[in-house]
Every structure is written in structure tokens, then in C-alpha cells.
């Protein structure tokens, strides 16, 4: 199965910050990626998918990059709502979808 | 407004049997495939098993293949799980996802609240 790294596992940032999140595939699997949020005792949502679609009513200050095994999810202006823990997910070889570890954004 | 509500979860002993419900409304249930992903407590998540939209196509994870069984009624807007043979490490809250597609893409635009599985004796 193929296996997606999130670096880092934890961050702390303070609003307005910058903050980019990776993931790495064990092998290429084209743009065939997702990112979700989850807020504590919430379901995960979806925020970007195919590496850099925005999924509809998703803030613009989320983008998603990349292609191959490397990919970024960047929010561009962290708000007080961005506290969460962030999850990338292949697609690219179904019936082995995979999720990465998480990483969690915290206040700083 | 899409809705997806799942039930059935609950306690069960190893070795015995659940079955999932998931109730979805807002959508057109049978243009869309589902899935089940299932999370640990305090740990990350984990796709199980999805069916496309009109069970011409069915996956499953490694972990669960041969002891769930995935499975849909159009006419009733409804999804299931049934989970045999379960074991401490099934123990986890099982959310229902709708799929972006009919076929199935794999990744997921709207999960229900999830229903809580805890097996043990």
C-alpha cells in the first residue's frame, strides 16, 4: 500500500502566520490527493482535492501543490477556525486509499 | 443540505457481529458512490471499504477484507456495514462518507458525525 508522511506531526503558529504543511507519497501518485480538516469531536472536511482544487466554499487562503510523491498544503493567513489537525489522502490506487498521519496546528 | 446519519454502533464482544446503518438525504444516493472510514480513539483515520453507486464496484482494506461486507439500498437512501468477527483492533468511530463521484474517485465530500464501535469482553 502506499504510504503518505506528514511532516511535521504538530506545529505552532500564531494568526496571520504562513503555515505550509507537507505530505509524502511512498510512490508517485500523480495529482491524486486530498486534504481535510478536523476540528476535536468534528468530522473531517474537505478542503482540497486532485493536490490543488479548492473544494467549494473552502476560504481562498487554502491552496494545495504539487504532483508526484510531494505535495504542500499552504494556508496563507492562519485564522482563529484553522486550529485543527490536517490529513492529506490518496486516491491513486483505490482499493488502497490511504490517509497520512495528521498534523495538528496549534496556537502559539 | 446534505445529511449523512449513521447508527448501530455500540458495545459487542470479540468474535461476534454489528451492523452499521448510514441514513443519507440532501443528494441523490444513488449517483454517488460511499464509503466507511473509521477512526481510533486519538488516532488518525482510515478509509474501510466503498461501494460505487450502483454496487457494480466494491473495495476494502487489507484489515477488514473476507469480515465486512459493504453494501447499499437506493430506494431507502441507505448504506451498511456489516462487521463479523470483530476484534479490539475494529474498535474505532465509523463515519459514512459520500463519495465526489459515481464511480468511485476515492475521496470524500461529506461525512456523517460517525457511530462508535467499542469491542471488547
Known amino acids: 500500500a502506499i504510504q503518505l508522511t506528514q511532516s511535521p506531526s504538530s506545529l505552532s503558529a500564531s494568526v496571520g502566520d504562513r503555515v505550509t504543511i507537507t505530505c509524502r507519497a511512498s510512490q508517485g501518485i500523480s495529482s491524486a490527493l486530498a486534504w481535510y480538516q478536523q476540528k476535536p469531536g468534528k468530522a473531517p472536511k474537505l478542503l482540497i482535492y486532485d493536490a490543488s482544487s479548492l473544494e467549494s466554499g473552502v476560504p481562498s487562503r487554502f491552496s494545495g501543490s504539487g504532483s508526484g510523491t510531494d505535495f504542500t498544503l499552504t494556508i496563507s493567513s492562519l485564522q482563529p477556525e484553522d486550529f485543527a489537525t490536517y490529513y492529506c489522502?490518496?486516491?491513486?490506487?483505490?482499493?488502497?486509499?490511504?490517509f497520512g498521519g495528521g498534523t495538528k496546528v496549534e496556537i502559539k | 443540505e446534505v445529511q449523512l446519519v449513521e447508527s448501530g454502533g455500540g458495545l459487542v464482544q470479540p468474535g461476534r457481529s454489528l451492523r452499521l446503518s448510514c441514513a443519507a438525504s440532501?443528494?441523490?444516493?444513488?449517483?454517488?458512490?460511499m464509503h466507511w472510514v473509521r477512526q481510533a480513539p486519538g488516532k488518525g483515520l482510515e478509509w474501510v471499504s466503498g461501494i460505487s453507486w450502483n454496487s457494480g464496484s466494491i473495495g476494502y482494506a487489507d484489515s477488514v477484507k473476507g469480515r465486512f461486507t459493504i453494501s447499499r439500498d437506493n430506494a431507502k437512501n441507505s448504506l451498511y456495514l456489516q462487521m463479523n468477527s470483530l476484534r479490539a483492533e475494529d474498535m474505532a468511530l465509523y463515519y459514512c462518507?459520500?463519495?465526489?463521484?459515481?464511480?468511485?474517485?476515492?475521496?470524500?465530500?461529506?461525512w456523517g458525525q460517525g457511530t462508535l464501535v467499542t469491542v471488547s469482553s
Open positions: 489522502q490518496q486516491f491513486n490506487s483505490y482499493p488502497a486509499l490511504t
Open positions: 440532501g443528494f441523490t444516493f444513488d449517483d454517488y458512490a
Open positions: 462518507a459520500k463519495d465526489k463521484a459515481a464511480g468511485i474517485l476515492g475521496y470524500f465530500d461529506y
